[in-house]
Each structure stands twice: as structure tokens, then as C-alpha cells.
T-cell receptor, first 109, second 116 residues
Framework: GQNIDQPTEMTATEGAIVQINCTYQ??????LFWYQQHAGEAPTFLSY??LDGLEEKGRFSSFLSRSKGYSYLLLKELQMKDSASYLC??????????WGAGTKLIIKP | TAGITQAPTSQILAAGRSMTLRCTQD?????MYWYRQDLGLGLRLIHY???????GKGEVPDGYSVSRANTDDFPLTLASAVPSQTSVYFC????????FGTGELFFGEGSRLTVL
């Protein structure tokens, strides 16, 4: 079956670095998305990885290892506004997105 | 720029009643989707449409129907609502069909539906 696993909740301190992991099992693989979702709001796009390696976008970076079925989202210089849920989604052979349940990130001062 | 507009934003509905959630996009995206989001679960695909005139079933289609008469509109209908359909519903669109396009999903603000 298809499955996306990510931690339910993480806590980090303002100014620090946090890594949110995601492991995936999909029927075929056509990339992996990360989305951010603030409470009561719609998800917004953060990144899309289809090749192995690290992609950096400002304070946020996303990493993919296809051989390990593994990705992570790295958030640096954490700010209070980064408190949100982070959703991992794998893309299967039919280009359908398989979503994880999301990781709720709590930032403490 | 409006992007994707959903209506209503919130609704309380008696079980057995019908309801249509509206979704309109102004980005001329080919693909549109309806998801439901429940606490502790990931976004689950209800129905999708890769282009006007075509629709497909997602992971949880039972009890829901959709139509795609044109590029911009993708309404979701609950013919006879049940309490298990209480959820937050998100409409989304993308220019990504079969791997072509940027891949980014644009979401509406969501419709919170409570079925009593």
C-alpha cells in the first residue's frame, strides 16, 4: 500500500534549527512536496523535490533520498510565525498526491 | 488576484439534506481537486478533474459527486449528508497534469461543514 509517515508534533525554540522527517512508500514515485498550513488556513506550497539532494530556499531547505524513501524539511533561524503544520506528500505513478497527516511544529520563545 | 474561491466558508447541515460546495478558480488551471481534512488524518482526495468535461474518483468518493462543465468551476455535491461527512473541505487547482507543469497546488480557504 501507499503510506506517508511523519511525526505528529515537534517543539523547537525561536532562533534554532529544526528538521522534520518524512518517509514514504508510493506506487511509483514522481517527487515529493512539502506544504505549510497555519491553523485554520489553507496549505501553501513550500517545495517540490524529484531528484536526490538538498534544495535551499531562504530559511527553508528540503532534502530527498529516493533510495531510502526519505525526505526532510529543514527550518533555520526559527521564528514564531513558523508555528504551523508541515505536510509531506508523495507523488505516485499516476501523479496523484499521497498526503501524510502533517507535523505540528510548536515554536517556543 | 483571487486565485481559488470557495463558498460557503462554513455551514451547518441537517443529516439527509443535500449541499453543494462551490469552487471557482481564475488561474486557468486544467486540474482541480476536492480534498477533505480531518483531525489526525492527511488530506484525502475525494474527486478530481484533469480537464474540463472529465472527472475522476479519489480515495474517498462515496457520498460525493462533482461536475466540471468549464475550466473555472468545480462544485462538490453531497446528495444526502451524513454526520461522517463533517469535515473541512478544500478545493485546489494545479497546472500539473501527468507531470507537466510546475506541480504546485493552490488551495482555497476551505469550507467547514458540520452535519448534525
Amino acid at each position: 500500500g501507499q503510506n506517508i509517515d511523519q511525526p505528529t508534533e515537534m517543539t523547537a525554540t525561536e532562533g534554532a534549527i529544526v528538521q522534520i522527517n518524512c518517509t514514504y512508500q508510493t506506487s511509483g514515485f514522481n517527487g515529493l512536496f512539502w506544504y505549510q498550513q497555519h491553523a485554520g488556513e489553507a496549505p501553501t506550497f513550500l517545495s517540490y523535490n524529484v531528484l536526490d539532494g538538498l534544495e535551499e530556499k531562504g530559511r527553508f531547505s528540503s532534502f530527498l533520498s529516493r533510495s531510502k524513501g526519505y525526505s526532510y524539511l529543514l527550518l533555520k533561524e526559527l521564528q514564531m510565525k513558523d508555528s504551523a503544520s508541515y505536510l509531506c506528500a508523495g507523488v505516485d505513478s499516476n501523479y496523484q498526491l499521497i498526503w501524510g497527516a502533517g507535523t505540528k511544529l510548536i515554536i517556543k520563545p | 488576484t483571487a486565485g481559488i474561491t470557495q463558498a460557503p466558508t462554513s455551514q451547518i447541515l441537517a443529516a439527509g439534506r443535500s449541499m453543494t460546495l462551490r469552487c471557482t478558480q481564475d488561474m486557468r488551471h486544467n486540474a482541480m481537486y476536492w480534498y477533505r481534512q480531518d483531525l489526525g488524518l492527511g488530506l484525502r482526495l475525494i474527486h478530481y478533474s484533469n480537464t474540463a468535461g472529465t472527472t475522476g474518483k479519489g480515495e474517498v468518493p462515496d457520498g460525493y459527486s462533482v461536475s466540471r462543465a468549464n475550466t473555472d468551476d468545480f462544485p462538490l455535491t453531497l446528495a444526502s449528508a451524513v454526520p461522517s461527512q463533517t469535515s473541512v473541505y478544500f478545493c485546489a487547482s494545479s497546472d500539473w497534469v501527468g507531470g507537466f507543469g510546475t506541480g504546485e497546488l493552490f488551495f482555497g480557504e476551505g469550507s467547514r461543514l458540520t452535519v448534525l
